[in-house]
């Protein structure tokens, strides 16, 4: 069953249709729709499909660990890199040490060139003066030269040197503390999986609540024409109906299917149930809840009014089914009947019919029409 806009030929049930020779079908299952709101909200569009997410969550632990094996992979990738870096700096820096010592030298050669050229012997005490002032400043350039010929030298290198110490720093960090480096390298693809997990795990009773669905649509379908499903069934009523039998009010009701058929309509609650769930009290019971709504459908069917009988006005038998797909309780209940998916079809079919296609159409017709308001 897709969850995206496209659908195959077995998921198209899900659709508002109707086929020849096979049961009608309205509406998409209502636990589909809480998954697709689900994840639109949380903007996760990666999976089209039931198949898709439960795969996800049942790979979940060895997708995990395939990215930090990945990513370890990477990391010495990365260390390797770093290496032939490391490498090809130390090189570059002593070449260029080497062109920069030439260079200071050759300028601290020229200096002390100059000053050995200058003459001691003058005409004047003018030009002695000046000669003298000459010296005094060669020999202030010659000293300055060598008291920063090694900072000089290091300035020049400094973007190489910058460059070796942090892909040093790095190298030492992932030959040191390697786990962290995976870690750390891997956590942004880790994140992502994991919060998808998160998002997908807090609807993880509607994905299997719309594969037991799913199933139960199918095995409906087998059905004639005659019959039409109603998935998801749900409306409001105002005012409130009164439930005398539990002395309180109704103000909403929703099923998972009901079919209508010429032998009446069936209220059908699918429950893909584990054996913890049957025997958790926390869960809202299925037949409580079918109860309820068995009678405000009582209540707004009363309304329909179908071709009287010579005897009187006709009643529409309401049967309320819950079926299970895995683990079903052992017990009975009154006025609601358990079965297994495999036990469907037959039960359906042994009422015999009371209504005419037109009738059962109408009933439909009649549902669709109080559930659109």
Known sequence: MLIGDKANK??????????????????QIGSLTTIKSHLIYYNVTDYKSLHELINFQNNYSATREQIISNHKVLVEQEKNILNDKLIQLDYSIKAKKIVVEQELLLELEKLNNRLSNLSSSQPNIFHVLVSYLKKKHLKLEIRHS?????????????SLTTEYNKANDRNQYIVSRFEDAVIESSFPQLDILDSK??????????IYGALGEQKVVKELEKLSDDYILINDFSCKFQPPIYNRQENDYIMSIQIDHILVS????????????????????????????????????????????LNKHHWGDRKIPIRNLVVFINHKPIEEFQYVKILTLTDLLSYVKYFKPCFSSTETQMIANYLLNFMAK
Not at 146 to 158: C, E, G, H, P, V
Request: some cysteine; overall charge positive; proline content about 2%.
């Open 10 to 27: 077995s998921e198209r049930i899900q659709i508002k249709c109707f086929r020849s020779n096979m049961c009608q079908v309205h509406n």
């Open 146 to 158: 060598k008291r920063t010929f090694d900072s000089k030298i290091a300035n020049s290198l400094k």
């Open 197 to 206: 997990k998160t998002i997908i795990d807090e609807i993880n009773s509607s």
């Open 262 to 305: 010429p032998s009446g309509v069936f209220l059908i609650e699918t429950k893909n149930w584990s054996q913890d769930s049957l025997n958790d009290l926390s869960l809202y019971s299925p037949v409580q809840q079918i109860k309820r709504t068995n009678f405000a459908l009582y209540i707004i069917l009363a309304k329909l009014i």
